[in-house]
């Protein structure tokens, strides 16, 4: 069982900086891939960010290239998301989610690779 706590959002003028945190409790953190989503209101859930159990490998939304940056700590059990050169679009409801498989594969960008989630933080950006 793997339980995730979300922190650090908020509203931010565009062009600011976020930084989310994402605890987690639980021995399989660092063993699971892990990753990011978020939800816009009348939009689906979509893939922004993910990481590696070892978090040597991360992988991104073509959307947020260049301007997120995803990390772990597995000492810690956090994952963050480190968010610069906020646009309006970025607002959502963003989520962190612990997948079954160390290894990222092409299938892990989908929600359904994930088996436990947060509850979310509300970012905000207003342009």
């Known amino acids: 069982q793997v339980q995730l706590v979300e922190s650090g959002g908020g509203l931010v003028q565009a062009g600011g900086s976020l930084r989310l945190s994402c605890a987690a409790s639980?021995?399989?953190?660092?063993?699971?891939?892990m990753g990011w989503f978020r939800q816009a209101p009348g939009k689906e859930r979509e893939f922004v960010a993910g990481?590696?159990?070892?978090?040597?490998?991360?992988y991104y939304a073509d959307s947020v290239k260049g301007r997120f940056t995803i990390a772990r700590d597995n000492a810690k059990s956090i994952l963050y998301l480190q968010m610069s050169n906020l646009e309006a679009e970025d607002t959502a409801v963003f989520y962190c989610?612990?997948?079954?498989?160390?290894?990222?594969?092409?299938?892990?960008?989908?929600?359904?690779?994930?088996?436990?989630w947060g509850q979310g933080t509300q970012v905000t950006v207003s342009s």
């Open positions: 989610a612990a997948g079954s498989a160390f290894a990222w594969s092409e299938r892990s960008s989908s929600p359904a690779q994930y088996k436990y």
């Open positions: 639980g021995r399989t953190f660092r063993y699971s891939i």
């Open positions: 990481i590696s159990g070892s978090g040597t490998g991360t």
